[in-house]
Nanobody
Framework: QVQLVESGGGSVQAGGSLRLSCAAS????????MGWFRQAPGTEREGVAALRTGGGSAVYADSVKGRFTISQDSAKNTVYLQMNSLKPEDTAMYYC????????????????????WGQGTQVTVSS
């Protein structure tokens, strides 16, 4: 059983930065993906960024490329999402997730890949 706990959300003005953390407990395999998703009220959950714990390049949604960076600290079993140049449209509940994923990174931002989810942390960006 895997448990994920997000932290680091909050309120920030446009142009500001936040760093989200996701602490994982339980067995995370090197073939697992760790992903960040977000969902604003009335919208579908959107994949934001993901990486494979065993290594390789991360993937990002076009809407956050160049502004967000996903990283991991394997020793701490923690994944981070550094968010810079935040915009009001980044306002959402952000979720961390993990699941087994293949080598095809085009699927890493699909929520169907993931079977463990955190409770979410709210990010609010004001203009």
């Amino acid at each position: 059983q895997v448990q994920l706990v997000e932290s680091g959300g909050g309120s920030v003005q446009a142009g500001g930065s936040l760093r989200l953390s996701c602490a994982a407990s339980g067995r995370i395999y090197s073939t697992n993906c760790m992903g960040w998703f977000r969902q604003a009220p009335g919208t579908e959950r959107e994949g934001v960024a993901a990486l494979r714990t065993g290594g390789g390049s991360a993937v990002y949604a076009d809407s956050v490329k160049g502004r967000f960076t996903i990283s991991q600290d394997s020793a701490k079993n923690t994944v981070y999402l550094q968010m810079n140049s935040l915009k009001p449209e980044d306002t959402a509940m952000y979720y961390c997730a993990t699941g087994g994923c293949g080598a095809y990174n085009g699927a890493w931002l699909w929520s169907s890949v993931y079977n463990y989810w955190g409770q979410g942390t709210q990010v609010t960006v004001s203009s």
